[in-house]
């Protein structure tokens, strides 16, 4: 897990690309939301952004005020321009987490900021003694298959709605 810092740094560089591109971030889903870092970020800093946190657990929920939802069975009714899922996807099996790819493509309007850890990071990227190893194991090209069913991706864990309206110049992606 990162810490409260780190992940402030990241969704100050995330919030500016989406300005970069000429999104303003009006509404914003954390999936996965866990110990709420970047709910708390936005909510701090533009307090006129809506934000919605969501989580499986019913602990994280209560103690962090997300609303409890399971993204491989839940289908959001309204689009976000900015969506969030971070570290969360490993602990669905293929089947639900191919789902909530789907789910994850029907929320975000432009922008999805999704991390996960893959069978190559676990083997040479992640510190194993503090990493959450009780979980699926995929490809890389297994969630780049998934994804790019509905996103292009942008890099640095960017992925862009293909129904946006953003233009990316071709080497600013792997269009
Ligand atoms: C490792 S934590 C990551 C928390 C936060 N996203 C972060 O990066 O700090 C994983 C979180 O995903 C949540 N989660 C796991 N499966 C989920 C699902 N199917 N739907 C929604 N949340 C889920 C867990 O309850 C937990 O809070």
Redo the contacts with the bound molecule.
């Keep these: 897990?990162?810490s409260r810092h780190k992940?402030e740094t990241l969704a100050s560089a995330v919030h500016h690309f989406c300005k970069w591109w000429d999104i303003p971030v009006r509404s914003v889903l954390?999936?996965?939301?866990?110990?709420g870092?970047?709910s708390d970020w936005y909510r701090n800093n533009y307090s006129r952004t809506k934000v919605v946190s969501?989580?499986?657990?019913e602990h994280?929920c209560k103690k962090y005020g997300h609303e409890r939802?399971?993204?491989?069975s839940?289908t959001p009714t309204r689009t976000f321009d900015l969506v969030?899922?971070?570290?969360?996807l490993q602990?669905?099996d293929d089947q639900?987490a191919r789902s909530?790819i789907r789910n994850l493509a029907k929320a975000t309007k432009h922008v999805l900021f999704f991390?996960v850890p893959t069978k190559s990071d676990l083997r040479h990227n992640v510190d194993r003694e503090v990493t959450?190893l009780e979980i699926y194991s995929r490809t890389g090209a297994w969630y780049r298959q998934e994804l790019s069913r509905n996103f292009k991706q942008a890099g640095a864990g960017l992925w862009i709605s293909k129904t946006s309206t953003i233009v990316m110049y071709e080497l600013e992606g792997n269009n």
């Design positions: 897990m990162h992940i954390d999936v996965g939301a866990g110990v870092y970047w969501v989580d499986v657990s994280a939802r399971d993204i491989s839940w969030i899922c971070q570290s969360v602990y669905l639900a909530a991390e959450d």
